[in-house]
């Protein structure tokens, strides 16, 4: 019942699948593993290289291409040619229609990757416009609270000299 396990064979076959995929001792966390994300993961959180990368693969492949070549033997062929056939009239419409849609969804993906580029690039002009504005103001009341500040020190001083000689004069 017992199967004899041949550790070495199995290192070797999990070494050869190291160099393979060009993994590195130096890659010590999996953040640093290079892998293709699944076609279903969904984003929880936005990022812009994210959106730019989705818009470049809608791009490259909006477009579906009615007749791809056929393989297999001279019969195969011949049947799959003549089923093609029977089934223009019903699938051309669909993939015109899925042509257009795809384009269509590309160009918006396009259009809002556009969008968060260029006012991103005006948020962050606007921000430090405002920010340069905010730290003048700031310096301005530093100022004029300084500067009120010493009128108040002179003023006590001034009145506590006023109450000293309504003192003496009494």
Known sequence: MSENINVDEIVSQIRAEIKEKGLEASMLS??????????????????????????????????????????GNPISRFIKKVIRKLVKFYIMPIMTE????????????????????????????????????????????????????????ALKSENARLKKNQGVQK
């Open 30 to 71: 999996f953040e640093d593993v290079p892998f293709e994300r699944e076609a279903g993961h969904a984003e929880t959180h936005f990022e812009l290289s994210s959106l730019v990368q989705s818009a470049e693969y809608m791009n490259a492949r909006n477009q579906i291409e009615p007749y791809k070549e056929i393989k």
């Open 98 to 153: 899925q042509n257009a849609l795809n384009y269509h969804c590309a160009n918006a993906v396009n259009q809002v990757s556009c969008y968060v580029q260029e006012n991103s690039q005006i948020d962050i002009v606007k921000l430090a416009s405002r920010v340069d504005e905010l730290e003048l103001k700031l310096t301005a009341t530093k100022l004029e609270t300084d500067s009120l500040r010493t009128q108040v020190k």
